[in-house]
Nanobody, 123 residues
Framework: QVQLIESGGGLVQAGGSLRLSCAAS????????MGWFRQAPGKEREFVAA????????YYADSVKGRLTISRDNVKSTVYLQMNSLKPENTAVYYC????????????????WGQGTQVTVSS
């Protein structure tokens, strides 16, 4: 099992930037894939981005390509999500997740989840 703690959320104006962090602890070697998901009010949780253990394989949802960047620091056991040019429609709770094996975009394939961090983008 892996414990995940997100941080870095907050209130930002449209066009602004935020960097989310997710610190992992526990059996991190068993969960080489780290991902970010988000859930807006009244909507289902959706995939945002994921990165493999070596940082060499990264996958983004089409809706965020070019504006969001996922990265990881294995020494610190932390994964980041840099979000630029934020829009009000990006308002959501952002969740960090971890899984074994290869990158997948399906929520149910992830084994461990953080508690989420709120991102609110004002117009």
């Amino acid at each position: 099992q892996v414990q995940l703690i997100e941080s870095g959320g907050g209130l930002v104006q449209a066009g602004g930037s935020l960097r989310l962090s997710c610190a992992a602890s526990g059996r991190t070697f068993s969960r080489p894939v780290m991902g970010w998901f988000r859930q807006a009010p009244g909507k289902e949780r959706e995939f945002v981005a994921a990165v493999a253990w070596n940082g060499g394989t990264i996958y983004y949802a089409d809706s965020v390509k070019g504006r969001l960047t996922i990265s990881r620091d294995n020494v610190k056991s932390t994964v980041y999500l840099q979000m630029n040019s934020l829009k009000p429609e990006n308002t959501a709770v952002y969740y960090c997740a971890a899984k074994s094996s290869e990158i997948r975009v399906i929520t149910a394939t992830y084994d461990d989840w953080g508690q989420g961090t709120q991102v609110t983008v004002s117009s």
